[in-house]
């Protein structure tokens, strides 16, 4: 199926969602503020507590840094003790990155205030609106895994 949007509406569209990008990026900075935590570590964080235990290969992957530079997160994390290293059950020489206790309530508050912003945000619009800008971001990130996968 070719796609026939004109090249200006999707630059208008990169450029709308590089500035909503950057806006939820500053108001989660400043939330992050009040927490014992960086904006790389919430980053990881949230990764683990989307997909569960990872090991530092798959958490470097995911949040998108050097094997090296997430081993130095993990050891900060670790020594908060929002995290720990557990030893795979199966493979012995595989360790994988578990959330503690502290480190889903950090991330989970954190998540709290982001969507309370978001919410405020988002007060005026009609339900309406709100579930069809849901459906097509959904859309979007769907095409997107789509078309990195291929």
Not at 40 to 69: C, M, V, Y
Not at 81 to 97: K, P, Q
Request: glycine content about 4%; overall charge negative.
């Amino acid at each position: 199926m070719q796609n026939t949007t004109p090249i200006s509406t999707i630059a208008e569209v990169e450029k709308e969602l590089r500035y909503i990008s950057g806006l939820i990026k500053k108001k989660g900075r400043e939330i992050l503020n009040n927490y014992p935590i960086t904006p790389p570590q919430f980053i990881a964080l949230q990764w683990l507590l989307e997909d569960g235990d990872l090991t530092i290969g798959e958490l470097s992957n995911k949040i998108n840094l050097a094997f090296s530079t997430t081993t130095d997160l993990i050891d900060r994390m670790e020594k908060r003790e929002l995290v720990e290293r557990i030893r795979d059950l199966n493979d012995r020489r595989v360790v994988r990155i578990h959330l503690l206790e502290k480190g889903t309530s950090i991330i989970n508050e954190v998540i709290e205030k982001r969507q309370d912003y978001l919410g405020e945000v988002l007060e005026n619009v009609p339900v309406e609106k709100v579930d069809s800008l849901n459906s097509i971001l959904s859309l979007l990130h769907d095409n997107m895994k789509k078309v990195e996968n291929k």
